[in-house]
């Protein structure tokens, strides 16, 4: 199998995979303890629009970088495999406590452990990871930062949305997590 064909698969396989997170882990507005304000529905279209707005302008333009280099495949590939593994075990770490939405749950604790130990949002830094893969492997410029720069911007509003509900909900004992931990990458952001 070659690697542009195990990229594909895998980044199909994230695909899916999300798909099966925003279905099965999105606490219903009847429940009360939903706090999204409208960001998991911005996320969806950002990087949607993102996503096919820079593969379409690679596809289209000739400027691009770094032509069919090999070690840009690997790192692609890297990255990506690195956010899927950082995501998933991110999401299976918090378990019934994960919710595609923001919304805190009656029995939810905050997390410590696992990746949460260096850093508060790992599903999301598993998130950029995997948008920087797909805005490399446009192998342009232009076509990288239409990837990646609304993603981020998105998902940096999200954090802050989910930050603020987390805090009106545990009070002190976040406020302590979040002067212990960064909030994506650890010991730097």
């Known amino acids: 199998m070659s690697l542009s064909l195990f990229g594909q698969i895998l980044y199909y396989v994230w695909i899916g995979s999300e798909v099966a997170i925003a279905i099965g882990t999105r606490t219903r507005h009847s429940s009360g303890n939903v706090r999204d304000r409208g960001t998991l529905y911005l996320l969806w279209v ?14 289209a333009s000739r400027i691009g970088f770094f032509h069919n280099a090999y070690w840009l495949r690997i790192l692609t590939l890297g990255l990506l495999i690195t956010g899927l593994a950082i ?18 749950h009656a029995t939810q604790t905050v997390m410590k452990t696992g990746l949460y130990r ?25 076509g990288f ?22 805090r009106e909900h545990f009070g002190e004992e976040y406020i302590a997590y979040s002067r212990e931990t960064r909030r994506l990458i650890p010991g730097i952001y």
């Open 46 to 59: 950002v990087i949607l629009a993102s996503m096919t707005a820079g593969s379409w302008f690679s596809e």
């Open 87 to 104: 995501r998933w075990t991110a999401v299976i770490t918090l378990g019934r406590s994960f919710s595609s939405n923001v919304a805190i």
């Open 118 to 142: 260096w850093m508060r949002h790992p599903s999301y830094t598993g998130l950029i990871l995997i948008f920087l893969a797909a805005g490399l492997h446009t192998h342009n410029w232009i």
């Open 145 to 166: 930062l239409i990837i990646t720069i609304p993603t981020t911007a998105a998902l940096l509003y999200r954090i802050h949305v989910e930050e603020t509900a987390l």
